[in-house]
């Protein structure tokens, strides 16, 4: 999926300190290019990784652009956030997920490569951890949503309700820098990252304290949403609007990481590309299991979206009060 990103641009500067530069919308993704394949073959079953990878998930470093850092390296930061969103998740990608440099925006491509292979894009260089766990994060939250359904749905732009998946894929993004850096501050994962989980986590309090986060004083967000819903179903990019509505989701999956599963379920039914929201969500309340039914019937009432989730019968009702 090409997406039009609005980028951060953070980078170090003296002693660490992380620095933010413009914001700007880019154009369009290039074309895959064969030297961003670095010869187009994947590398042998038997290829070397840096440490930290499961058996099960397969991520891929090619191509050049990425400063002076080893590929190995950047495939340790990318296993360790692919495991924080997915430690307590029983699926995973079964195939290679490939990630290559970009100067665009950080993308996850309609689609897979010629051998099978899920095909990632990031911008990040450099040692700039927090960035590759902050792109990735989002780029993989889009696999596990079946964001291929947006080709199938009628091409891309096709998809009305892709700007609520850009705002999942953004609290992902969140949770990850949260979550590995409390892990990597109790017990790093190498001498390289010793220092990495205070950089995430200011990284994390930087973005999550931008005044756009926050809702306008005594305006709930299905108010905020019938004001704005229109402007987000023509343009998903709209990223201030995507980052309060998934500032505002990241509770809920603080409750339990498992709860990501729940993405799997998304974008299932073939007329969820120009269904209203409440529709939508309803699909994913519907074809979602029922251990997953609570996530999204949470996602429901933050929204003000009602009438989906079934009546309790009145007994159950009266005890559910009495509780």
């Known amino acids: 999926m090409v997406t039009q990103w609005r980028f951060p641009f953070l980078s170090r500067g003296a002693g660490g300190v992380l620095l933010r530069g413009v914001r700007m919308p880019f154009i369009l993704a290039s074309l895959w290019c064969s030297v961003a394949w670095a ?8 290829k070397k990784s840096g440490a930290g990878r499961k058996p099960g998930l397969s991520i891929q470093v090619h191509g050049g652009g990425w400063g002076r850092v080893s590929r190995d390296d950047i495939e340790s930061v990318l296993q360790a956030t692919a495991e924080t969103l ?12 490939v990630v290559t ?6 993308v996850a491509l309609y ?8 095909r990632i894009r990031l911008h990040a260089r450099g040692e700039n951890w927090h960035l590759y766990a902050y792109e990735f994060a989002h780029e ?12 199938e749905a009628g091409g891309e732009g096709a998809h009305a309700n892709q700007w609520f998946e850009e705002a999942l894929c953004e609290t ?3 949770y990850v820098l949260k979550h590995l850096a409390a892990e990597w501050e109790a017990a790093p994962a190498g001498s390289r990252w010793a220092e990495e989980g205070p950089v995430l986590r200011r990284f994390f309090d930087l973005l999550i304290a931008e005044g756009h986060r926050r809702l306008p004083a005594d305006t709930p967000l299905a108010q905020w949403l019938q004001e704005n819903e229109a402007a987000l179903r023509s343009d998903p990019y709209l990223r201030q609007k995507n980052e309060l509505v998934a500032t505002l989701m990241l509770p809920l999956f603080e409750e339990d990481g498992g709860r990501w599963e ?15 929201l409440r529709r939508y969500l309803a699909h994913w309340y519907r074809h979602a299991p029922l251990q997953h039914r609570a996530l999204v019937g949470q996602v429901l009432a933050l929204v003000g979206v009602d009438g989906v989730m079934p009546a309790l019968p009145a007994a159950d009702g009266l005890l559910a ?3």
């Open 39 to 46: 010869g187009g073959e994947l590398p042998p079953a038997g």
């Open 86 to 97: 997915l430690s307590r998740l029983p699926g995973r990608p079964s195939v290679p997920i």
């Open 101 to 106: 440099h970009t100067e665009g925006p950080p």
């Open 111 to 118: 689609g897979r490569g010629a051998q099978g292979e899920f």
């Open 140 to 151: 993989l939250c889009h696999l596990l949503s079946n964001h291929d359904a947006h080709v």
């Open 172 to 174: 992902a993004s969140l």
């Open 262 to 276: 729940a993405l799997g379920y998304l974008n299932l039914a073939p007329e969820d590309a120009r269904a209203g």
């Open 321 to 323: 009060r009495a509780r």
